[in-house]
């Protein structure tokens, strides 16, 4: 089944939801950055919270998230829009650890603990908003927790997990978002946060055939939940030989000629999908006459 969230409400419209199924998504990411078991964890992960929060925006708005702890990875960004189109990247693919002491993959390892979690919303505004706290766990869904609770004031239970095949290929992928708004009485949040600390991990759920739809339910229960969409997610990257085109041609007539006379042409590769772009002197050529 292609990759998918639902978006939904609960408990009388004072809860907002979302839950994923992003393995095609995650694989193809690992595919396009090669990364290696534990950097996919990391990266998966990013992403497919990232894939949740575009589908908080409206039109062609869109989200940066950037990740920059202390850990061997480096930077993890992803980009995503209101469409479900996401992309993501990582600083160093080929890290990997053996598994924590509760068996896991050690995300926390190599994305480390200290650093920074930003996130820049493009509304389609002359500023756009940017929101930052410190990481606080490094294993990810625990920092974007601690966002949404600090930065944009909203109780918020965030999971995400990653499960990696022994030849590095996803098995399985997906998150939730649960957020609590205004008018949420007590005995809501109690009984969220008691499923929640009850629920399996969640990437086992998806590698057990679970639902985005199934796993609301198991959250929030069947009878209080209110399915307001189903959106398609999928890996885009945005580059293209036209955008590296204009992006050579900015630098100016004087560094063309440079490229041409010294390199014989020019060579540009995408940090996010990989995809290499190459330009021959005719190409340059045709860039200076434009």
Same mark, same amino acid.
């Given at each position: $089944?292609?990759?998918?969230?639902?978006?939904?409400?609960?408990?009388?419209?004072?809860?907002?939801?979302?839950?994923?199924?992003?393995?095609?998504?995650?694989?193809?990411?690992?595919?396009?950055?090669?990364?290696?078991?534990?950097?996919?964890?990391?990266?998966?992960?990013? =992403?497919?919270?990232?894939?949740?929060? @575009?589908?908080?925006?409206?039109?062609?708005?869109?989200?940066? =998230?950037? %990740?920059?702890?202390?850990?061997?990875?480096?930077?993890?960004?992803?980009?995503?829009?209101?469409? @479900?189109?996401?992309?993501?990247?990582?600083?160093?693919? &080929?890290?990997?650890?053996? %598994?924590?002491?509760?068996?896991?993959?050690?995300?926390?390892?190599? =994305?480390? #603990?200290?650093?920074?979690?930003?996130?820049?919303?493009?509304?389609? %505004?002359?500023? &756009?908003?940017?929101?930052?706290?410190?990481?606080?766990?490094?294993?990810?869904?625990?920092?974007?927790?601690?966002?949404?609770?600090?930065?944009?004031?909203?109780?918020?239970?965030?999971?995400?997990?990653?499960?990696?095949?022994?030849?590095?290929?996803?098995?399985?992928?997906?998150?939730?978002?649960?957020? =609590?708004?205004?008018?949420?009485?007590?005995?809501?949040?109690?009984?969220?946060?008691?499923?929640?600390?009850?629920?399996?991990?969640?990437?086992?759920?998806?590698?057990? @055939?679970? #639902?985005?739809?199934?796993?609301?339910?198991?959250?929030?229960?069947?009878?209080?939940?209110?399915?307001?969409?189903?959106?398609?997610?999928?890996?885009?990257?945005?580059?293209?030989?036209?955008?590296?085109?204009?992006?050579?041609?900015?630098?100016?007539?004087?560094?063309?000629?440079? $490229?041409?006379?010294?390199?014989?042409?020019?060579?540009?590769?995408? &940090?996010?999908?990989?995809?290499?772009?190459?330009?021959?002197?005719?190409?340059?050529?045709?860039?200076?006459?434009?």
């Amino acid at each position: $089944m292609s990759d998918y969230l639902i978006k939904a409400t609960a408990f009388n419209g004072t809860v907002r939801a979302y839950a994923i199924q992003s393995t095609e998504t995650v694989e193809e990411t690992r595919r396009r950055q090669d990364t290696w078991a534990t950097a996919s964890a990391a990266i998966g992960r990013t =992403v497919t919270i990232a894939a949740m929060m @575009g589908s908080m925006l409206k039109g062609k708005d869109k989200i940066t =998230v950037k %990740l920059e702890g202390n850990g061997p990875v480096g930077a993890i960004i992803a980009d995503a829009n209101a469409v @479900g189109e996401v992309r993501g990247y990582i600083s160093n693919p &080929h890290v990997d650890f053996d %598994l924590n002491e509760k068996g896991k993959l050690d995300v926390a390892r190599a =994305v480390g #603990t200290q650093g920074n979690l930003s996130v820049v919303k493009d509304l389609g %505004l002359k500023d &756009h908003f940017t929101g930052q706290v410190p990481i606080v766990s490094g294993e990810v869904s625990e920092d974007f927790t601690y966002y949404f609770a600090n930065s944009e004031q909203i109780p918020s239970a965030v999971g995400a997990g990653v499960l990696v095949n022994p030849d590095h290929s996803i098995l399985a992928a997906g998150g939730f978002i649960v957020q =609590v708004m205004p008018g949420a009485d007590d005995e809501t949040v109690d009984v969220i946060e008691t499923r929640i600390n009850e629920i399996p991990p969640i990437s086992s759920l998806i590698r057990e @055939g679970n #639902t985005p739809e199934e796993i609301l339910d198991r959250l929030l229960g069947k009878d209080n939940l209110k399915i307001l969409q189903k959106q398609e997610v999928i890996f885009s990257c945005h580059c293209s030989k036209e955008r590296i085109e204009n992006a050579i041609q900015s630098l100016g007539n004087d560094e063309i000629d440079l $490229m041409i006379k010294e390199d014989k042409g020019a060579e540009a590769t995408c &940090h996010f999908c990989n995809e290499v772009y190459t330009l021959n002197v005719e190409d340059l050529q045709a860039l200076k006459s434009e």
